[in-house]
Each structure stands twice: as C-alpha cells, then as structure tokens.
C-alpha cells in the first residue's frame, strides 16, 4: 500500500524567510510521482510542483522546489522567499503505477507566514 | 479554455435528504475523479470514471454513495439520506487520458449536513 506522512502540522515562518515542509512516501513500486498542493483559506487545490521516481533532477517551479531523496524516500517542499500569500494548508501527494491513477495525499502542514 | 467546473460551491442538506454534486471536465478530457476531503485532512480517492463507465470505485462507501459519468452532461455524485458524518468538500478531477502525471482538480463542493 502507498503512503504519504506528513509530520508537521503547523509551522510558522517569518516573511521572506525560506521554508521546508517536510513528506516521507512509502511505496515498492519503482514508478511513481510526487506531487505538492497549496490550499488557500479559499478552498480549492492548486497544483505547485511534480518529481517523477526517475527524474534524476529535482524540480523546481519559480520559488518552489523539490528536495528529492530517493533511498530515503522523502519528497520536501522548499519554498524561498516566503511571501504573507504563502499562508495556506500545503499538501504532498504521490501516484503509483499500481495505484492505477489514485492520488494519495498526506494530512497536510498549515504553513502561517507572519509579517 | 474553462478548467474543471463544479457546481454548487456549497450545498447545505437536512439528514435523510438526497445530495447531488456535478462536476464538468475540462474540454477534451474523458477521465473524471471524485475525492473527499473530510475536515482538516488530506483528500481521500473515491472513484474514477471514464465516459458512461465506473472504472474504479474502491474508495466509495458501500451504501448511498453513488457516482455516474454520462456520454452527454457532467458528472454526478449522488448521495443518499445524508448523515452528518457526509459534511465535507467533495473535489473533482479531470485528465484527457488514463495519466500518471496528475490531473487538475475542480474548486471543490463543500457539503454541509444539518
């Protein structure tokens, strides 16, 4: 079975500071994607960033990138540069193969960014 | 170039009412997801359809849950003699094919049960 743990719940960042969220996966399959969404107090999911199990580079999408470690299996978020807009529950998320097209998705980090 | 549209954005039921949500692919796309995201949670797979045929429904609750895809018109998700415990945002999906890059989710129905 695939699993996404997300161990932060909250986290609380200065404006402009850098921030990494945390997300482990737990898969045996060898293909795979990592996905981030944001979730503003608004409701909807906004896609952000996605890592394939062979990209041998991580993504990076403007302030976001993807901190890919693969034998550890952990997939981070880091944004630079936060900005008051980056307030927003974030989610990391990962199709299998096996999963034949089911997104699985962590709990989520509420990430508050104080002036 | 529209994205996934969902309709309503907020439904408020009275328990033992029937819930109908409509999701409307992007154009082109043929494949639809149905999620559910209980409060202060992740989404949760429910079902993925393709045009007039459930494809995968293993996250569906066995009673009053049900879900359709017709060859003309949006998709429903239907919910039967709703319970309170039914009170969440139900999102919707939509890819042009069977995709393991994702896909683009709809705004969301939030669901209130009272």
């Known amino acids: 079975a695939q699993k996404i743990t997300q161990t932060q719940p909250g986290m609380f960042v200065q404006e402009k500071e850098a921030v990494t969220l945390d997300c482990t996966y737990d898969?045996?399959?060898?293909?795979?994607?990592l996905f981030w969404y944001k979730q503003p107090s608004s409701g909807e999911m906004i896609f952000l960033i996605y890592?394939?199990?062979?990209?041998?580079q991580n993504a990076t999408e403007g302030r976001y990138s993807l901190n890919f470690q693969k034998a550890r299996k952990s997939a981070n978020l880091v944004i630079s540069a936060s900005q008051l807009g980056d307030s927003a529950m974030y989610f990391c998320a990962m199709f299998t193969v096996q999963g034949a097209q089911k997104l699985v998705f962590g709990q989520g980090t509420r990430l508050t960014i104080n002036p | 170039n529209a994205g996934v549209m969902q309709n309503p954005r907020h439904l408020v039921r009275r328990r033992g009412q029937e819930a109908r949500l409509r999701c409307s692919p992007m154009k082109g796309h043929s494949h639809v997801y149905w999620y559910r995201q209980l409060p202060e949670e992740g989404l949760k797979f429910m079902v993925y359809l393709q045009k007039e045929n459930i494809i995968d429904e293993s996250g569906m609750p066995k009673e009053r849950f049900s879900a359709e895809f017709p060859k003309e018109g949006p998709s429903i998700l239907r919910i039967q003699q709703v319970v309170r415990g039914d009170s969440a945002a139900y999102f919707c999906?939509?890819?042009?094919?069977?995709?393991?890059?994702?896909?683009?989710f709809g705004s969301g129905t939030r669901l209130t049960v009272v």
């Open positions: 999906a939509s890819s042009r094919t069977a995709t393991n890059y994702g896909y683009t």
């Open positions: 898969t045996s399959d060898q293909s795979y994607g």
């Open positions: 890592q394939g199990s062979y990209d041998e």
